[in-house]
């Protein structure tokens, strides 16, 4: 499995969101994050804004919510033409029903663990999930300092998704940069998102460019991709 890189568009121009797609499509997934002001302190976007992103750009939607009852408002973000869709853990009454749900709709389900969230109580879920996040931040806001303290739960969750030999992707979100990347890949992560490493520079294309390539080199020099 190739690593993947997926811009977050918090941190691309609100005013101008079919324009900074563009602007990264040769990235894998473009990473939309709902908040609703309750489950973080930050209000973003919802539905229609994802409905009007899914026809603007042929990059798939890496829709990532951090919204209370994710059980109720989920599966419109697949109605919507999210390609994969993250709810929290923390706020799923129902993780299970809820990811058999969004695949059954035809999206890759997804869970996330904010950074105080062990991954150990959802070992027995794994095989229901596409994609595994862990916040490398207290989510919320893009631009925040990477939380070094999250890599041994990457290497937790990379030898429980080995001991079950499953396809499952890691995703990590918050802090990743081109400082920061090697060591989320060299303990496991093969999915990573990056906000304001992207567009914060001046050419978002190429920044996605130089984070493929410094994750490709670290993946394979720490060699877990090949042992199974
Ligand atoms: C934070 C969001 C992230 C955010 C990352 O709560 O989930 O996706 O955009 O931004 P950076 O890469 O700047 O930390
Ligand atoms: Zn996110």
Redesign the pocket.
């Known amino acids: 499995m190739a690593v993947q890189i997926n811009p ?1 568009i ?2 691309a121009d609100f005013a101008r969101l079919a324009e900074e797609a563009k602007a990264v499509e040769g990235a894998d997934w473009l ?1 939309v ?1 709902v ?1 609703d002001n309750h489950f ?1 302190p930050n209000l973003t976007l919802g539905v229609p804004v994802v409905e009007s992103l899914a026809r603007a750009t042929d990059t798939p939607l890496d829709c ?1 919510l ?1 919204i209370e009852a994710p059980d109720r408002w989920a599966p419109q973000y697949v109605e919507a033409g999210a390609g994969s869709v993250t709810f929290h853990a923390e706020a799923a009454a129902a993780p299970v029903r809820l990811a058999r749900e969004i695949r059954a709709k035809g999206a890759r389900a997804s869970m996330a663990l904010k950074p105080a969230t062990p991954i150990e109580p959802y070992e027995d879920l794994l095989p229901e999930l596409d994609m595994l996040l862990i ?1 490398t ?8 300092a990477f939380l070094d303290i999250m890599l041994p739960k990457i290497r937790r969750t990379r030898e429980l998704i080995r001991k079950h030999g499953l396809e499952m992707w890691l995703q990590v ?5 081109a400082s920061t990347i090697e060591r989320c890949a060299e303990a496991g992560a093969d999915v990573f ?5 992207v567009y914060g520079a001046g050419d978002p294309a190429e920044a996605v460019r130089a984070l493929r390539e410094r994750a490709r080199s670290a993946t394979e020099a720490a060699g877990w991709a090949c042992a199974h």
């Open positions: 977050s918090l941190s990473h994050d908040m973080v990532h951090m916040m931040v207290e989510p919320g806001f893009g631009g925040q979100d918050g802090g990743v940069s998102v990056a906000g304001s490493a």
